[in-house]
């Protein structure tokens, strides 16, 4: 079966960390691009950084640079978003997704989502 299935997520202070995990199966790290996503209440989905199937990472967003960090663990398959220092405007459902064609800056590049897991920042 195809799918992405993300995890980690919960309920932390202003200032802690979470790691979230995207397992992946049906498909290969190495052939394809994924991305985390976010969606917070009331407001458009966002991209934020995006790994490539050669493993190079892509920022597409200055309001995690230096605080949220994308790897991969390609024998587990997957992929990991370590978030640090967060904020209570980083409360959202996490998304990862695979690229079609690699990290596209847009959403209809990405063909295949997760169910997405819920982090919450409390002030």
């Known amino acids: 079966q195809v799918q992405l299935v993300e995890s980690g997520g919960g309920l932390v202070q202003a200032g802690g960390s979470l790691k979230l995990s995207c397992v992946v199966s049906?498909?290969?790290?190495?052939?394809?691009?994924v991305r985390w996503f976010r969606q917070a209440p009331g407001k458009e989905r966002e991209g934020l950084l995006c790994i490539t199937s050669e493993g190079g990472k892509v920022w597409l967003v200055d309001s995690v640079k230096g605080r949220f960090t994308i790897s991969r663990d390609s024998a587990k398959n997957t992929v990991y978003l370590e978030m640090n220092n967060l904020k209570p405007e980083d409360t959202a459902v996490y998304y990862c997704?695979?690229?079609?064609?690699?990290?596209?800056?847009?959403?209809?590049?990405?063909?295949?989502w997760g169910q997405g897991t819920q982090v919450t920042v409390s002030s």
């Open positions: 049906g498909f290969t790290l190495t052939n394809y691009a």
């Open positions: 997704a695979r690229g079609e064609f690699g990290c596209s800056p847009f959403q209809s590049g990405y063909d295949l």
